[in-house]
Nanobody
Framework: QVQLVESGGGLVQAGGSLRLSCAASGSVGSINDMGWYRQAPGKQRELVATIGNGGSTVYADSVKGRFTISRDNAKKTVYLQMNSLKPEDTAVYYC??????????????????WGQGTQVTVSS
């Protein structure tokens, strides 16, 4: 069993900052890509940022220069530092990890795992 647990969401005024964390636990073999996604009410889930195993990053245009994604492989954790927050950043934020796990019947397998989501609300 693999679990992703997120923390760090909350209510903040426009211009403020928040830091999200997402830690993996359970039968984790190795972790490839890590990322953050968000879903605002009435909208589809969208990519915020991803980080590869080697540290390469990709950001949505809407967050470039304001958000920074990072990872700690030893802690199996991905972070999202969010600065200069805007009301349009209000959404439920989800982490996703591509994790290799050992399945006794089939051996090592790679799959995508999601966190439960954490609410970020930015007031104007």
């Amino acid at each position: 069993q693999v679990q992703l647990v997120e923390s760090g969401g909350g209510l903040v005024q426009a211009g403020g900052s928040l830091r999200l964390s997402c830690a993996a636990s359970g039968s984790v073999g190795s972790i490839n890509d890590m990322g953050w996604y968000r879903q605002a009410p009435g909208k589809q889930r969208e990519l915020v940022a991803t980080i590869g195993n080697g540290g390469s990053t990709v950001y949505a245009d809407s967050v470039k220069g304001r958000f920074t994604i990072s990872r700690d492989n030893a802690k199996k954790t991905v972070y999202l530092q969010m600065n200069s927050l805007k009301p349009e950043d209000t959404a439920v934020y989800y982490c996703k990890m591509q994790i290799v796990v050992y399945v006794p019947s089939t051996g090592w397998r790679s799959g995508d795992y999601w966190g439960q989501g954490t609410q970020v609300t930015v007031s104007s």
